[in-house]
DNA sequence: ATATAACCGAGACGGTACGTCACGTCTTCAC
DNA sequence: GTGAAGACGTGACGTACCGTCTCGGTTATAT
């Protein structure tokens, strides 16, 4: 029976503050800017307590990320049978939450640490973006476009779909009307 | 009489040294572990002439992205007439770039500069990308594949395109045969 | 009825484990260096024990020394009748002690705790130094040497030989053939 | 011609202020109680100023002894040819000296230092103590005094004067009416 | 030709944050 | 209630860089 040592057992509390004042920090004053001694100083908690359990800023993160701390919006593509509508209305909300400027500084923090640590990147693709969900929905709709036939390439077009969101994201280009559309137009055809 | 002021000139081996020594460490150490002091030291030039020439780490990338010492790729579509072939032929260049141990690390850094500073971040899709010219040749190649009819969203397209790219480079998945292909089809359809 | 709280009572085994290993640290490395924690792990000992039962650190290095831990030395001036004799035994036995690496860096210790605290500090003459026993001696022997008339200052003498061997460690000066007949022949007279 | 690089110079002010906080400190909340944080916080520099031209706490505390900022009363001995008479008015001034508060925080300070810095302990007796005058003079008395004979061990004299002054301070024992001359009396003999 | 001014290298300066160590308090479980 | 273990908030440690500034030395005009 492994872990059954005594003495105290870590604190909750602190581990919650720690997070939350870490994306409330994020939010404020973006990726640079955030440090461990302001996390843990906004938190009320010792700097001590925080290096106790996270090896690397990074790390505040992508916990923050698992927790849903990060990404407040839910990312699971539709599933009406009609995979154009799907997609436009899962586009739409996540071009809803970029065009926050909140959302999008949060987002490019997270391609920053994506940039920087490996664990955040591999992980961005798949439990960041869900993109599986993605790729299920797509392959599910197989056959029922002209674009989707037998043997279409749909991790892709996922990528594509994910991509051209993170290069807006990162391009600073402001979303407008029908930009989902035209986006799904062009990986799925007219 | 505009610039009569006296004095000696700026010096053009100072300028390339620091632009050289910036490369070199983003290359070896990634772009956190790239500090200022660290470009001078190794470039064997005085602080204050960094700071006097360049008003953040992130210009002085951006500079050594104009002059190309970054990406030494061409990343200008060719063009063939035959659309898909130039975009596999454009897409896989691209690839064995990223394929590159530095290749990837320089990329990665390029997409960490460009979520935290914003002049990058704006300009990432076309200056760095040229985009204009795939946006070009995708015009140009309007009519000759089913999927590029008549007002087909080629800015989405493109978008898709480099997207896909730099999510590949995030996520660290490795490029294997025929991806090129498949992303071409993935948005050019079958 | 006194005393009838229910409860183990306080384990002596941790309470010389602690004390030892207090020498040991302070013998091994100085008394900066010597750490609460680092005494508790070389104890074996929960950091909660030795909080319990000592206030500070130096009040551990004050028991120690009422134990008799530090200073291995019996430090009773002899009395076999000739002062000057008697004198320049006890000083050749402490100068033996003195000049060990080990009792030097023992004895620093102990004064660097008499500059920091109080306690200790007021203590040292009496009870470290057993002065006590020297002015006794010295009360005794008057009347038996030319600079130790009737009405002598009993006090100061001692205090001259104490603190001459404090200045001695202190000053990290190294002990030579004939010191203790000298520091004798100092405050006695020829 | 050695030392001829150019670049800025050490700054005086800098070095100044940071000594004077150092005594400041010193003198208000004794040696430990002092941080180096808390010196460069009072002396309004960086931290890294004071470790660029000092290597530990009792280096700076050395070099304000060597300015004269610690012991701000003239040691050396007076010489009117009566040895007793000179040996009192020193002994006075440093027993008026360490009846002060702020003069005995400083002094015992001193001490800690002396017991845990090798440089300091050595340069204690001399340095410090200009025990260099108290031996000159001492010299310069043998034959003027009964237990000043040819031959009298002059240092240890010295040392025992010294001494006796130091353990006062350590044991906290305050100065009374007579107390320099019972000193005096002590070691010169009746 | 000579003064003036901007350049260069070097690096000291007041700061902020880093990641570590130890403090003294506390909480947990076993005895 | 005591003891081993160790997490907690706190604060100082010594280091790395920040961006500004000050040096002595070196060009290049402008007088």
Redesign the pocket.
Known sequence: MPD????????EA??QSILQATVTLLAERGYDNL????IAARA??????V???WP??SSIIAECLVEGLLLPVHLRVPDTGDIRRDLTTWLTTLFGYLQTEQGATIFRSLLAVAATDEAVGSGLRDSVMHTQSLSTRLHSAIGTAPNLPEGAPVEEIADALVGALVLRNLARRPIEEGDAERLVEAVIGP
Not at 4 to 11: A, L
Not at 35 to 38: C, F, K, L, M, S
């Open positions: 059954t040592r005594s003495g105290p057992v870590r604190s602190a581990r440090t461990i001694e302001g009320g908690v010792g700097k001590q307590t290096y106790r359990w690397s800023k």
